[in-house]
């Protein structure tokens, strides 16, 4: 069965930055864009950006530009979220999210969360 | 970027009741829509897509409609799982923005 383990929680200083592991498991891995979304204590859900199957292109939300950094590794089947000059607002719980396949871009299966907090 | 707008913010209703859920894209994105049930503490579980499509495993209870720029989350026959915060997605290009929630309570 499908599945995406991510990583453990992170406490991160302002300025810092935080990398959040995805693995996947139990498809093929190539064969899906992957994506991050992010939801703030008792806020609602927050697309980040987009990885395509082969992970040559990526797409950041504007919000993002400039400190956000998705990647994968097709020989452990994870993707990666990097977030940098990290500030309080960016205390989150971060999802990784798969799609369904072609032309099936909504969020099929997602990992369990990691939350991500930053504080001095 | 497209705007999806949900109302209501939050809803209160009882066992058995049915309940409707707007949700307005700021242009047209066919039905290129999902609708997701998330549970506190829980990651999103995605209940509907193509915005009338219902994903294997989840109760017919569950419909959707609408394309365009309006779409429809329908709840019959309410149950106390039921509660819980329910977001709507346009996936129609990036940005893949979703709805501001809607939280259920069951009564």
């Known amino acids: 069965q499908v599945q995406l383990v991510q990583s453990g929680a992170e406490v991160k200083k302002p300025g810092a930055s935080v990398k959040v592991s995805c693995k996947a498991s139990g498809y093929t891995f190539t064969s899906y864009y992957m994506y991050w979304v992010r939801q703030a204590p008792k806020q609602g859900l927050e697309w980040l950006g987009a990885?395509?199957?082969?992970?040559?292109?990526?797409y950041y939300a504007q919000n993002f530009q400039g400190r956000l950094t998705m990647t994968r590794d097709t020989s452990t089947s994870t993707v990666y979220m990097e977030l940098s000059s990290l500030r309080s607002e960016d205390t989150a719980v971060y999802f990784c999210?798969?799609?369904?396949?072609?032309?099936?871009?909504?969020?099929?299966?997602w990992g369990q969360g990691t939350l991500v907090t930053v504080s001095s | 970027d497209i705007q999806m707008t949900q109302s209501p913010s939050t809803l209160s209703a009882s066992v058995g009741d049915g309940v409707t859920i707007t949700c307005r894209a700021s242009q047209t994105i066919s039905s290129w829509l999902a609708w997701y049930q998330q549970k506190p503490g829980k990651a999103p579980k995605l209940l509907i897509y193509?915005?009338?499509t219902l994903e294997s495993g989840v109760p017919s209870r569950f419909s959707g409609s609408g394309s365009g720029t309006e779409f429809t989350l329908t709840i019959r026959s309410l149950q106390p799982d039921d509660s819980a915060t329910y977001y709507c997605?346009?996936?129609?290009?990036?940005?893949?923005?979703f709805g501001q929630g809607t939280k259920l309570e069951i009564k």
């Open positions: 193509k915005a009338s």
């Open positions: 990885i395509n199957p082969g992970g040559v292109n990526t």
């Open positions: 999210a798969r799609d369904g396949g072609d032309y099936a871009s909504y969020f099929e299966y």
């Open positions: 997605q346009h996936y129609n290009n990036y940005p893949y923005t």
